[in-house]
């Protein structure tokens, strides 16, 4: 498998109310302070699968970087308010041993897609 999911944190979508009072606080002048720095903060992370790894990158000038092995995942828990099972996103909290989630991303695009990707490549191999 190629890389199949490769997605950032989406803004608008996670949370629209948010966004759209920061628009509203543009007029201000702190709304444009408030969007970019959240902008920045969902591109400073990523989450993708490449082959049989599961990579989150964080960080825009210092990274951190966690990989694991698609194997090794015992759970992919999805976590979604009606607002975003409206706007399909959720946060993903994936687990491989113990009771603490070893990754969790919130705001994350299909992440039903991300699930099924993992279950497929467990399947696999």
């Not at 490769?6 to 702190?30: D, Q, T, W």
């Not at 902008?39 to 790894?53: G, P, V």
């Not at 695009?109 to 699930?115: C, L």
């Amino acid at each position: 498998m190629s890389q199949a999911y490769s997605e950032h944190p989406a803004m608008f979508r996670n949370k629209p109310f948010s966004f759209i009072l920061c628009v509203l606080l543009c007029a201000v002048g702190i709304g444009i302070l408030i969007l970019l720095y959240w902008y920045m903060k969902c591109k400073a992370t990523k989450l993708e699968i490449n082959d049989n790894e599961v990579i989150l990158e964080q960080g825009l000038l210092s990274k951190d970087r966690t990989e694991l092995n698609v194997s090794g995942i015992r759970t992919v828990k999805i976590s979604q308010s009606f607002m975003n099972r409206i706007f399909g996103v959720g946060t993903l909290a994936i687990y491989t041993a113990g009771d603490t989630a070893e990754v969790q991303v919130s705001g994350m695009p299909r992440p039903e897609v991300f699930r099924d990707l993992v279950k497929s490549s467990q399947a696999e191999g």
